[in-house]
Every structure is written in structure tokens, then in C-alpha cells.
């Protein structure tokens, strides 16, 4: 009898573990793989242990995330630009899908995490230190094509930048080159660690990436020194986010949160 009764506290005891893991929330985040890299990831596991709500990341980019929100297949997105920038990333995605143009809900809200700063990055092996906005644009623009013209050596420029629906290409792209058009001969790629690559093999490479996912991902670049450009990290969810997204929001706005925001 009491090895019976062992045994069912036992098997009580195992129900009630898969009960508690099935209790878990889950909440499937889409967009910025600079959210993925800076945030979401590095604070995962605390995030479970502190709200119980685990979640999982799909790395799509800004353009994408907002997108699958819209269309009803995550109830919130990921960004890494401001609400503006992030529904114009999205419809660059529909256009380029070769899909209508979509209808915004007037009751987006935008939850800002922290702030992200964007750097520009060259071969390792690239003298140039330093550049200003207006050499970074004709740079990318494709009307500086080699390096010597900006004070580096003579070498052909190889512009590499990422995808249609990338908030750090918009958020580039208006700061810096004032929404003038990329070089007709840039690489775009799909992917930040893609775009470290690609500057890493190219000896005239340029590239800009987030600050933060460049420290942890470095390749065979470097740094440029130019002046800040930066843009917010956020959530995005169409009206008040439901009640495992507001603990996500809520761990990451709160002191033990914002200790695995990586720099």
C-alpha cells in the first residue's frame, strides 16, 4: 500500500509539472532582429523565471514583423524605428511581394524599450577612421566610388546594405542620405550577420549595422566614427497589448530588464 500510494504521488507530482509548463504564456514576437540580438533573446530566460511567460522570436525584420501583426498571425511586433518608419518598412514589404498596400488600424500602439544606435562599418583592414554624413551618402549613393576620394586608399567601394522591410536601412537612409536611392550596385543581403559578412570579406566594403548586434557579432570590420545615429527599440501591438505581452513590456522597461539590453 505504500508503495501505491508513493506511486500516485509521484504521478501527481509530474501531472502537476506538465500542468505548470502548459500554464507558461507564450508570445511569439516577429521583426527586428536588432530587438532579437539587443533584448529579447539575451533576457529570455529571466523573463520566464520572473513572469512566467515564455516567448519565442521570429528574426524577420521591422518591415516583415509589422506585416504578420496586420495580417493576424502575431498579436505583437517587434521594431527598430519609430511607428512611422516601421509602416512604411511594412508596405515596402507588401509592394515588393507585389501585394496592395495595407490598411493601418488607427489603434496601433507603440511600446519604445530603449534606444538603439546605428554605426557605420568598413573592412578591418580599411585605413579610413572616420566620416562624415555627406561622404557616408555618397558613399552609399554610388557618387563616391572609391575610396580615395574620401581619404582612403585607392579601392573600389562595395556598398552592402540589407533588405526592403530593414528599419536600420530606412532609418539610414532618411537620416543619413536623405532618402536618396542606394548605388545601383549595392549588395543586399537579409540579414545583419549577413551584412557583417559580406563588409567583412569585400576589401572596400561599407555597411551600416546596429551598434549593439555589431559588439557581439564583429566579423572582420570596424567602426567608422560619424556623428549618432540613433532610433527606438519597441514593441508594437494593435490596441492594448494583451496581458502576457504587458509583462514582456513591463519586465523590459524595469531595472532587472534592462540589464540584458546589451550594449
Not at 30 to 45: D, N
Not at 50 to 58: H, I, M, P
Not at 214 to 233: A, E, H
Not at 241 to 254: G, L
Request: aromatic share 6%; net charge positive; glycine share 8%.
Amino acid at each position: 500500500m505504500k508503495q501505491f500510494s508513493k506511486c500516485l504521488v509521484l504521478v501527481f507530482a509530474a501531472l502537476m509539472l506538465v500542468v505548470g509548463n502548459s500554464m507558461a504564456a507564450d508570445v511569439n514576437l516577429w521583426g527586428s532582429t536588432t530587438c532579437q540580438k539587443r533584448f529579447l533573446e539575451p533576457g529570455a530566460k529571466a523573463l520566464e523565471a520572473a513572469t512566467g511567460v515564455s516567448t519565442k522570436v521570429f528574426g524577420v525584420g521591422t518591415g516583415k514583423g509589422l506585416v504578420a501583426l496586420l495580417e493576424g498571425k502575431t498579436n505583437v511586433a517587434i521594431t527598430s524605428n519609430n511607428l512611422e518608419g516601421s509602416v512604411n518598412s511594412a508596405q515596402k514589404v507588401l509592394k515588393k511581394d507585389g501585394k496592395p498596400a495595407a490598411q493601418i488600424p488607427d489603434d496601433l500602439q507603440f511600446h519604445k524599450i530603449t534606444e538603439d544606435i546605428i554605426v557605420p562599418i568598413v573592412n578591418k583592414d580599411n585605413p579610413v577612421t572616420s566620416l562624415n554624413w555627406a561622404q557616408l551618402a555618397d558613399l552609399n549613393t554610388g557618387k563616391v566610388t572609391n575610396w580615395k576620394e574620401v581619404g582612403g586608399p585607392d579601392l573600389a567601394v562595395q556598398v552592402v546594405t540589407s533588405h526592403a522591410g530593414s528599419s536600420t536601412k530606412a532609418v539610414f537612409q532618411k537620416q543619413v542620405m536623405k532618402k536618396a536611392d542606394y548605388a545601383a550596385s549595392a549588395i543586399q543581403v537579409k540579414s545583419t550577420r549577413l551584412e557583417i559578412n559580406e563588409v567583412s570579406k569585400a576589401p572596400g566594403g561599407v555597411g551600416a549595422v546596429s551598434a549593439g548586434f555589431f559588439s557581439l557579432n564583429p566579423g572582420r570590420c570596424k567602426v567608422v566614427k560619424t556623428d549618432t545615429i540613433s532610433r527606438p527599440l519597441a514593441l508594437i501591438t494593435i490596441g492594448d497589448p494583451a496581458p502576457e505581452v504587458q509583462k514582456v513590456i513591463d519586465f523590459y522597461r524595469s531595472a532587472e530588464g534592462q540589464k540584458y539590453i546589451l550594449d
